[in-house]
C-alpha cells in the first residue's frame, strides 16, 4: 500500500462544502480528494432551488434564522442557526466574487424566490434552477486556480487512519482496486449525503453514507441519522436516480393536485403548496398510496415561460415525454438530504482530534429534524469555510497510524435489495413492523459483506429511527403519529459494533 504525508488539509469530498473548506484554508497547503471529477456526482451541482439568505431591504437574519429554527421541529440548535443566517449574505456575496452569476434585477438586486416555510423571498437563483451548477462551477474554476490546493480524482474513500490516541492522521482511498493512505494532521469530511441507500433519490446514487460510516467506525458520535428529508416532488418517471421538480416552482404559483384536479394540500396545511416539506411529502405519498395519483399543475404559474424560467425541470420533462407547459407533471417523494450526521461544533470540528466535518455528512445543528429549503447550499458555504480555517490551524507532527482495515464493498444485487429495502421500510411513512424487516435484512447482508460502508450507515438510519417513538420533522412513524412534548436529539457512538446512546 502506498503511502503519503501532506503537512496540511486532507479534504475528502469534492463538493461546494469540501471546497469551500480547501479555499479557505489558504495559505496552508490542502489535498482534496474526489471519487469522480470535480462538479460530476455531487448533490451541490444538483441543487436546484438556490441558496437561501437575507439578502432583501424586508427581511433580517433574525427572521431568516427564526424560520430555520421553525422548520427544524424542536431540534435545531438556535445559536448554530443564527450564526448560519448571519454569515449567510457574506457567503452569497464571496460566491459572486468567484463568478457565481446569480440572477439579478433591472436595479442590479438579486432576484429572490420563496420557498417553502420561508415567511420571505430570501432564495438567490442563477438561471431559474440552475444555481448548484452555476455555483459549483465557479467555485471550480476558482480551486483548480489555487496553488495551495490539489486534487486527485477517483479515489473512494476506504476508511480513517487513526494514530494509537485515537487521533484522525488520514484516510484510506481507493482507485482502481489500489488502496493508498494520506496521511496529514487534519481531515475534513465533506462526502455528502445518504440517498444512494434508496431507490427513490433525486441525489447521486453514488452517494452510500460512506464518510458517515467512517466516522461512526472510527468512533466518532453521529447525531440524528433518523432524520431522512424527502423531497415531496421528484419527477415521477421512473428514473434512477429520479430528476428534481425544484420547490422554486411551487414558490411561483404552482399547485400539487390529484388526478380529479383537487387542491389536497389545501386540507393539509394553511401555506398549502408551501407547507414544510415532510407535510408536502406525506401528503403526496397519502394520496398515491389511495391511487389518486399526484401531479404539479404549473400551467397558469409558469406556462409559456417554461423553458426559459425552468430550463433544468423543463428539460427532464421533455426527456419524459411531457410538456409542462400544457400538462401537469407528476410526481412523487424522493430522498434528497440527510439532516443527521457526524456531529460537530461551529467550526465543524468532531469529538475526535484531527477530523473535521462540513455539508450534508455532518451535523452542525442547523437542521433539526426537518431542513428549510435551500439551506443547503448555504450550510456548505458557510460551514465549509469555518471547517476549512479551523483545520488550517491545526499543526501536529503526524505519528504512527495504526493498521486501518478498510470498509468492505456491498455487491450491486445486495446494494439494489438495500435500496429497495430502505425506500419501503425507512421511508416517508415507518413503523417497528417495517423497521425490524429492514434490520433483519441489515443482519444477513452483513453477515455476507461484513462492515461494508452502506450498511453501516443504513443501520444508523434504521436504528435510531426505531428507537425514536413519535413523529418529529421528516420521521414519521405511523405507530406513534403523535410528538413528544420533549424535543429530544439522538446521540450516537459505534462501540464493539453496536449503537452506544450518547447523552444529549
Known amino acids: ?18 471546497l469551500s473548506a480547501a479555499l479557505a484554508a489558504a495559505p496552508r497547503r490542502v489535498r482534496v480528494l474526489s471519487p469522480v471529477p470535480l462538479g460530476e456526482g455531487c448533490s451541490s451541482a444538483w441543487a436546484q432551488g438556490g441558496i437561501a439568505a437575507a439578502l432583501a431591504a424586508d427581511d433580517a437574519p433574525e427572521l431568516h434564522a427564526a424560520d430555520t429554527v421553525a422548520a427544524g421541529a424542536g431540534l435545531v440548535d438556535p445559536v448554530r442557526a443564527g450564526l448560519l443566517a448571519a454569515e449567510g449574505p457574506g457567503a452569497v456575496q464571496r460566491l459572486v466574487g468567484l463568478g457565481a452569476p446569480f440572477d439579478r434585477t433591472a436595479d442590479g438586486g438579486f432576484v429572490l424566490s420563496r420557498e417553502a416555510a420561508h415567511g420571505r423571498a430570501r432564495v438567490a437563483r442563477v438561471g431559474g434552477d440552475q444555481a448548484g451548477r452555476a455555483v459549483m462551477a ?4 476558482q480551486v483548480r486556480r489555487a496553488a495551495h490546493i490539489e486534487v486527485h480524482e477517483g479515489l473512494r474513500l476506504r476508511g480513517l487512519l487513526q494514530d494509537a490516541g485515537g487521533a484522525v492522521i488520514g484516510a484510506l482511498a481507493e482507485r482502481d482496486g489500489v488502496l493508498t493512505a494520506f496521511r496529514a494532521p487534519a481531515v475534513i469530511l465533506a462526502t455528502g449525503g445518504v440517498g444512494g441507500l434508496y431507490a427513490e433519490t433525486t441525489t447521486p446514487a453514488a452517494l452510500l453514507g460512506e464518510g458517515l460510516a467512517a466516522a461512526a467506525l472510527a468512533g466518532a458520535v453521529i447525531a440524528d441519522p433518523e432524520f431522512v428529508q424527502f423531497h415531496p416532488t421528484a419527477l415521477d418517471v421512473g428514473r434512477d436516480p429520479a430528476p428534481l421538480v425544484t420547490e422554486a416552482l411551487r414558490g411561483e404559483g404552482a399547485r400539487l393536485v390529484n388526478s380529479a384536479g383537487e387542491r389536497f394540500l389545501l386540507a393539509q396545511h394553511p401555506d398549502a403548496e408551501l407547507a414544510p416539506r415532510d407535510v408536502v411529502a406525506r401528503a403526496i405519498h397519502a394520496e398515491r398510496a389511495a391511487g389518486r395519483g399526484a ?15 425552468f ?11 411531457l410538456d409542462p407547459r400544457i400538462e401537469p407533471i407528476p410526481v412523487a417523494p424522493a430522498c434528497h438530504y440527510h439532516m443527521g450526521g ?14 473535521f466535518a462540513a455539508g450534508e455528512c455532518a451535523s452542525s445543528g442547523v437542521h433539526g429534524a426537518n431542513r428549510l429549503a435551500s439551506n443547503s447550499l448555504l450550510e456548505a458555504a458557510v460551514f465549509g469555510a469555518r471547517a476549512g480555517r479551523a483545520a488550517a490551524r491545526r499543526s501536529v507532527a503526524l505519528r504512527p497510524s495504526l493498521r486501518t482495515e478498510p470498509m468492505t464493498r456491498l455487491s450491486d444485487p445486495d446494494l439494489q435489495r438495500l435500496r429497495k429495502a430502505m425506500s419501503r421500510d425507512a421511508g416517508v411513512v415507518r413503523d417497528a413492523a417495517g423497521l425490524g424487516r ?13 462492515r461494508a460502508g452502506p450498511l453501516v450507515a443504513a443501520r444508523l438510519v434504521a436504528e435510531c429511527a426505531l428507537e425514536r417513538r413519535e413523529s418529529r420533522g421528516a420521521h414519521f412513524r405511523a405507530d406513534y403519529p403523535a410528538i413528544s412534548a420533549e424535543a429530544r436529539r439522538t446521540l ?6 453496536r449503537l452506544s446512546r450518547k447523552a444529549a
Request: glycine share 16%; aromatic share 4%; with cysteine.
Open 1 to 18: 500500500m502506498d503511502v503519503t504525508d501532506l503537512d496540511g488539509v486532507l479534504v475528502v469530498g469534492g463538493g461546494l462544502a469540501g
Open 138 to 141: 465557479a467555485v471550480i474554476a
Open 295 to 309: 401531479f404539479l399543475d404549473a400551467r397558469e404559474a409558469v406556462g409559456a415561460h417554461f423553458p426559459e424560467a
Open 311 to 321: 430550463p433544468t425541470v423543463f428539460a427532464a420533462c421533455r426527456d419524459a415525454g
Open 342 to 355: 457526524v456531529l460537530t461544533d461551529a467550526d465543524g470540528a468532531t469529538g475526535i482530534p484531527g477530523l
Open 438 to 450: 429492514l434490520l433483519s435484512l441489515l443482519d444477513a447482508l452483513g453477515a455476507r459483506a461484513g
Open 492 to 497: 450516537v457512538s459505534l462501540e464493539a459494533g
